[in-house]
């Protein structure tokens, strides 16, 4: 039931072109929460929490109906003060009052506080991508990007994602790596602005 690759601009390898370190967070096992916080302190704040249809990108991942009913979380998550990790999180909506309510109840928590402890649930593999238009995501990392950074200017971002399932019924998670994460995942040595 994992989803599979498509014509769209997710794949389950990363480019070619990528570094090796990005490869590693693209691909990297286990909830990103504990990797971000052997970088330094995590915080998390909600962007919005709201329900939705299904656009056509994440349909298509989840084998859905485009527009069917789901409850998203977004939120973003900051290393030392930075903004560095965009996050949107859906489910259908049914589930989240049912199997996946705990998505409802995390407030400022990491999703990973409901996801890593339970054998019931499984992951399939990761889907990554240079995040354009097309990608839900797109939207709330520019937004981030723009009141955060002032940045308006054209950047590359790297996204992953992939889908939690528990009796069957799914959790897609979307995670971007915003460009200040690149800075600090390098070295203590270069000066990232605070948000």
């Known amino acids: ?3 599979h690759p498509d ?14 370190r990005q490869k590693h967070w693209l691909m ?13 302190t995590l915080k998390l704040r909600i962007i919005r929490e709201f329900s939705a249809g299904l656009t056509r990108d994440e349909a ?4 859905k109906p485009v527009r069917s009913p789901v409850w998203v979380r977004e ?6 003060g930075v903004d560095c990790v965009v996050a949107r999180s859906l489910t259908p909506l049914g589930a989240s009052h049912g199997v996946w309510q705990g998505m409802r109840r995390l407030r400022s928590r990491p999703l990973a506080d409901i996801l890593y402890h339970e054998r019931s649930i499984t992951r399939s593999a990761f ?13 709330t990392a520019r937004h981030v990007l723009r009141s955060d950074h002032n940045q308006n200017k054209p950047v590359t971002l790297l996204a992953r994602r992939s889908v939690f399932w ?6 897609l998670v979307a995670e971007c790596f915003l460009p200040a994460f690149w800075l600090i995942e390098s070295g203590p040595s270069v000066q990232v602005k605070k948000a």
């Open 1 to 3: 039931m994992s989803p």
């Open 7 to 20: 014509h769209s601009c997710w794949s389950l390898t990363p480019p070619a072109s990528l570094q090796i």
């Open 28 to 40: 990297r096992p286990g909830p990103l929460t504990a990797g971000l916080r052997a970088l330094g």
């Open 60 to 63: 298509r991942c989840l084998q």
């Open 75 to 80: 939120v973003v998550m900051s290393i030392d």
């Open 127 to 139: 889907q990554v991508a240079r995040v354009n238009q097309s990608i839900a995501l797109h939207k």
């Open 166 to 171: 528990r009796n069957s019924y799914p959790l």
